[in-house]
DNA sequence: ACATGTGAAGCGCTTCACAGCG
DNA sequence: CGCTGTGAAGCGCTTCACATGT
């Protein structure tokens, strides 16, 4: 049946697909204990994740591995392609650049830039690192609808209104800073060391019960 | 009061703070509603996230700015000191060496470890990276207690129990798999393309809407 | 027999609304 | 008067437990 999504699901999609990508390629069938395992997540809540994209598990059996996985790349919109510009070429920007779980999932960076004349003509897994003033033009002639942000911080928020004008309808940013929204414009956020404090609250309080 | 703190609350912790350091030098005094329109999100929120730590706000006034700093990193345990080891010397491991945000939160890069011999001996932001044999005695004589993984996904669960064996606490995984985590120690994930994936989903359902 | 799909109960987080206090 | 701190209500997610279907 169809109804609407809950956003922790589509969060947890990603994740279900990714157990699914790791199984043995001769096995056709998961049930939802072993897929729960897997994620390390309570198999009820498998089987309600996987309701919402539809029925298609076979009571007594499990699921098809290779229809489930289909299903979430249709829902997730994965079979779809992405045009993303990345701005910002430092460490970070290349490492996105070359990180292959992207194009496997349909994104596919058609532009990097950053603002450093030095940086600008070199070369990053095929990709030639353009200027900023570039980015309007670039944007809207290659059609790309994701920018992700990894300039410094101070930088970020210029960046994200650039983009905004530019036509993205999503930013991703890594810098570490909270972005005010441009209007239309979707924006999530990864700060790489917000996962680190979260263990560092949980190693502290260890250690303070001790 | 002290009361438990939420896990949703131990997450939005590391914003506010982020928050609280973009704000002007001068600025000593924040109210709720001006955090929560920086976070992006509601001021009752703000209010209950703080007064999980305590109640210092100040009633028709708001919160001391260097005080509510003070006390996020006390909870967080940021004013503890902690070594952490980072294994895989990619992009994203030199990205994370290089990261000044590490840096101010406690969290200090005591060794780089990579498989790679043609990367060992090699520097990365004045350290030298060193071979996956030496891990366990570097964790052990440097007292890492927190373990970074950016290796290939293939690799990481080996490194996960290698890390685990020499006697870490904490592994935050960047590498793209689900963890089955040793026991002891807390893992958490961090997939740079999950956040990407449900930017798709949105996008994907404007699309099939408009 | 066995694993899915799902009402319903349980639980935790969010938000409201206002008492409390400077 | 202004803003915090917080009961209480509201809402959504999680988990249980079992009916359902093969």
Chains 1, 2 share one sequence.
């Not at 589509?10 to 994620?39: F, H, I, K, M, W």
């Not at 979430?72 to 701005?87: F, Y």
């Not at 070369?123 to 003033?133: A, H, M, R, T």
Request: with cysteine; hydrophobic share 40%.
């Amino acid at each position: 049946m169809k109804r609407p999504v809950p956003t922790v699901t589509v969060q947890r999609l990603p994740v279900y697909l990714q157990c699914l990508e790791s199984l043995s390629a001769g096995q056709s069938n998961v049930s939802s204990d072993e897929l729960a395992t897997l994620a390390g997540v309570n198999p009820a809540k498998v089987r309600k994740d996987l309701s919402y994209l539809g029925t298609f598990g076979v009571r007594g059996v499990g699921y098809d591995v290779e229809q489930l996985r289909f299903q979430i790349r249709v829902e997730l919109g994965l079979e779809s392609d992405w045009p993303v510009v990345i701005v910002g070429v430092g460490n970070l920007g290349r490492a996105l650049a070359n990180y292959a779980g992207f194009g496997e999932r349909g994104f596919h960076v058609v532009g990097l830039f950053d603002a450093d004349p030095t940086k600008v003509g070199t070369s990053v897994d095929g990709l030639v690192v353009e200027p900023l003033e570039d980015l309007h033009d670039a944007v809207r002639d290659r059609g790309a609808t994701i920018g992700i942000i990894t300039t410094p911080a101070e930088a970020a928020q210029d960046v994200a209104e650039a983009l905004a004008v530019a036509g993205v309808d999503s930013i991703l940013n890594f810098a570490p800073t909270v972005l005010k929204p441009p209007s239309g414009v979707e924006v999530r956020r990864v700060d790489l060391s917000t996962e680190l404090q979260v263990l560092s609250f949980y190693l502290h309080r260890r250690r303070a019960e001790a």
